[in-house]
């Protein structure tokens, strides 16, 4: 069997690899576990003293992976005997799918639970380690197994930056581990040839581009993407608003025209002229929760236009409110529709650090209320995920955020956490006078004494 035919060149060098512990940093569905497989069964075959135990996240992948070796056996004529799923920790009842080999050399797929490695020696296969629920555990069940200079392979996507897979991976890269590492993303793998062996021929650079550009899509967000194929570990801890929370308030159908409005109208607008974008959006509050009606995207717009647009939504019947970013080029927009519409209408406000952190926990309280509702879209949700509350040395709070030229620097974050301040404040002060009745008919008492209105 020619093995620089059959698999890609990255499974190839994974093969070629022989280092006592190699760990794999990869996308998903490259066919690294499936090359793994292929590996564990000629390790068997050729009897270098050792079995193989093998974990998964879940006992569906290491059906998967068993199925894998079974087919192995078939194509290359090994006498191999599959002996189901049996029982290998009495005590705890746990199993594992077993294949065992003419020689009586075995794999065992096992499942995620730690106690499975207790007393066990030989070759130890962690597949998707940084998805199992204990890595800790499971490694210090699994670590003494390999005691005896038997091999250990790590495979995986990224699950965070707080799990000791992602701690390993970065002490590798530090020079900290003397451990083979391997790190193939899907565009490597892609380049390598993974789209030509799904179409079974060989594609264009088109034809590849489009395939990526179709994974991505159908990724729920970047987050995903860029963690389950970039080999890019996200430290979802420090997003001021992790995905979960802002999936609880992303709703549908939520735009309508303005004309149709009928409840009270707040406006939050972010601004921005060339590098940033300018972002208006209007919310309707009905009762206790603001529901998102509109969200306009201007960008590179004159600023002229801009005002144009601003006073079209200002001049609503029902606008009680509108808080503008007054930081920089938006000072004198927001002066300018502040003496136009009234300052009890229009708040110009200058971003400041403690102003932002203002803004940015009302706005986290309204998503943890379930008192705000978005809509369900891809930008939105990344521009809201962006932002990251930083501790600088000095003990102060910032508000950071990468910048992206397709989605600007957190605007539609900042327009929606000023439209939030808009409707949380009172429109304008409220004076509230009693008229003195019996003073009043004192006051006009008699004043039209004499007066002949018949003749008037």
């Known amino acids: 069997m020619n093995l620089e035919e059959y698999f890609l060149p990255y ?4 093969l070629d690899d022989e280092s006592p512990i190699k760990i794999w940093e990869k996308s998903r569905r490259i066919g690294a576990t499936y090359v793994q497989s292929y590996e564990d069964v000629m390790d068997c075959v050729r009897d270098k003293g050792y079995d193989v135990w093998f974990s998964s996240a879940d006992e569906s992948a290491a059906r998967e992976y068993i199925a894998y070796c079974e087919q192995w056996t078939k194509f290359l004529k090994i006498a191999a005997k599959k002996q189901g799923k049996i029982v290998v920790f009495s005590d705890e009842n746990i199993k594992a799918f077993v294949i065992e080999f003419a020689n009586g050399r075995k794999i065992h797929a ?4 730690p106690k499975s490695f207790r007393s066990k020696g030989g070759k130890v296969v962690l597949d ?39 701690k390993f991976i970065n002490q590798i890269k530090q020079g900290k581990k003397n451990w083979s590492l391997h790190t193939t993303p899907i565009q490597l793998a892609v380049d ?47 997003a001021f608003l992790p995905y979960e929370l802002i999936a609880t308030c992303e709703t549908e159908n939520l735009y309508q025209e303005l004309a149709e409005l009928t409840g009270d109208i707040y406006v939050g607008m972010d601004i921005g002229r060339k590098k940033d974008l300018s972002i ?29 647009i601003l006073e079209n939504i200002l001049k609503h019947r029902h606008l009680r409110r509108c808080c503008i970013d007054a930081t920089g080029l938006g000072m004198q927009l927001a002066e300018g529709a502040r003496q136009k519409f009234g300052k009890y209408r229009v708040e110009p406000i200058t971003f400041t650090n403690r102003v932002k952190e203002d803004l940015a926990y009302n706005l986290r309280t309204h998503f943890e209320d379930k008192t705000i509702y978005i809509p369900n879209e891809h930008d939105i949700r990344e521009d809201l995920h962006s932002v990251r509350r930083v501790a600088t040395t000095a003990g102060n709070i910032r508000f950071d955020v990468e910048k992206s030229d397709a989605n600007g620097h957190a605007d539609r974050f900042w327009a929606l956490a000023l439209a939030l301040h808009a409707a949380q404040a009172k429109p304008w002060p409220i004076h509230i006078a009693t008229r003195n009745r019996r003073k009043s008919i004192d006051m006009t008492r008699g004043l039209y004494d004499g007066i002949d209105f018949d003749n008037w």
């Open 11 to 14: 499974q190839n060098r994974w």
């Open 110 to 113: 096992l499942s995620s639970n």
């Open 128 to 166: 998707e380690f940084a998805h199992h629920d204990n890595q800790d555990a499971l490694w210090a069940a699994a670590k003494p197994c390999i005691t005896w200079g038997y091999p250990l392979r790590i495979l995986s996507t990224h699950n965070g930056q707080n799990c000791r897979y992602f």
């Open 192 to 238: 390598e040839g993974l789209v030509d062996k799904i179409y079974d021929r060989p594609t264009t650079g088109q034809e590849r581009q489009e395939w990526l550009e179709e994974q991505k899509n159908n990724c729920f967000d970047e987050y995903t993407w860029q963690q389950e194929y970039c080999c890019e570990a996200v430290d979802e801890a420090t």
């Open 280 to 308: 208006i959006w209007v919310i309707e509050k009905l009762g206790l929760v603001n529901y998102t009606r509109m969200v306009k995207i201007l960008e590179k717009t004159e600023f002229r236009i801009q005002e144009e």
